[in-house]
């Protein structure tokens, strides 16, 4: 299983960026796709999630509003649309993929490598 992420950069504050994961090596069935993102100095924080079956989306509360995660249609890649930033968001955003049944905690178990996100005042 591989998880590309792309779609990382520089942006001033209240811009756009669109990050962009595309999954290889499994099947798109009964998966939930994530965003993570981890700061420096700071532990790595759940951003936002996507079930690929019924197209549940979840986000944690500080993007809710700003930040949209969704599907490629007919591609295996899910869309994190992020809009408004702040310079807080600033960090490096890790995609990743867990089973739908898993049980709690419920831990994504594969991941992409972290593409940049830096938002200056």
């Known amino acids: 299983v591989q998880l590309q992420a792309s779609g990382g950069g520089e942006v001033q504050a209240g811009g756009s960026l669109r990050l962009s994961c595309t999954a290889s090596g499994m099947r798109m069935l009964s998966v939930v796709m994530g965003w993570f993102r981890q700061a420096p100095g700071k532990e790595r924080e759940f951003v936002a999630s996507?079930?690929?079956?019924?197209?549940?989306?979840e986000y944690t509360e500080s993007v809710k509003d700003r930040f949209t995660i969704s599907r490629v249609s007919g591609e295996n890649t899910v869309i994190l649309q992020m809009n408004i930033l702040k310079p807080e968001d600033t960090a490096v955003y890790y995609c990743?993929?867990?089973?739908?049944?898993?049980?709690?905690?419920?831990?994504?178990?594969?991941w992409g490598q972290g593409t940049q996100v830096t938002v200056s005042s």
């Open positions: 990743a993929a867990r089973g739908r049944y898993k049980p709690p905690p419920r831990t994504f178990d594969y």
């Open positions: 996507f079930d690929w079956d019924f197209g549940e989306t």
